[in-house]
């Protein structure tokens, strides 16, 4: 057998190389879309960002919204799953809002273009079709999350936006202040620990009844 022709078209190697292709479509499709906005994303660029033609895109992609609309959807999928690993239906109100926090910082740190992306999506009309799923999630999670710390006298039962708006604005704030260098006035910033925790505190003392 000639070793050379079966390495060529060996099933085995042509999957794996078309994975690393989705994978590199992907990457760069989001920083596309970071870069250019939703408007201005196009086929052709994603090709020759990843220097590759137009038809092998169709190969994945039927047209420019199903490749958003997928994208979209697996990283939401896959940030949620960040975000709510280890999250105990049973914890305390204050440890169980340490642990999002302590996720979801980690989260939105490590992967900042596609929480940009997701950002962009989340005021386009892809947006009911992506955060759907995502939403309920969150709401199914954090609804009873909220009840039970009701329930315990753990803070006082506010609406869902209440909940979100106090416990994770100031969250999001911070990581926006470090992602783009600079907080309020253009001063230098860098999120540290110390002022996660201390801003948290805070977060936390509000909620207290």
């Known amino acids: 057998m000639n070793i050379h022709l079966y390495l060529k078209v060996n099933p085995k190697t042509m999957r794996i190389r078309d994975v690393n292709k989705v994978e590199l479509v992907k990457e ?22 990843c220097r590759i033609s137009v038809a092998t895109l169709y190969i994945y992609y039927k047209d420019k919204d199903d490749l958003i609309l997928q994208i979209g959807l697996e990283e939401t999928k896959r940030l949620s799953k960040l975000m709510l690993e280890g999250f105990d239906l049973g914890f305390s109100f204050a440890d169980g809002l340490r642990h999002q926090w302590e996720h979801r910082a980690k989260c939105m740190l490590e992967n ?98």
């Open 112 to 209: 900042p273009m596609s929480c940009k992306m997701i950002e962009q999506l989340r005021t386009s009309s892809y947006q009911e079709k992506i955060f759907e799923s995502m939403m309920t999630t969150f709401k199914k999670s954090l609804g009873v999350f909220m009840k039970n710390a009701v329930i315990n006298g753990e803070i006082d039962e506010m609406p869902m936006e209440t909940y979100w708006s106090v416990a994770f604005g100031p969250l999001y704030s911070l990581v926006r202040f470090h992602n783009e260098g600079q907080s309020i006035g253009g001063r230098p910033f860098v999120l540290t620990d110390e002022i996660l925790w201390t801003t948290f505190n805070l977060v936390l003392k509000a909620f207290k009844k």
């Open 28 to 49: 760069k499709a989001i920083e596309l879309l970071v870069e250019l906005g939703i408007e201005g994303f196009t086929m052709a660029k994603l090709a020759k960002s």
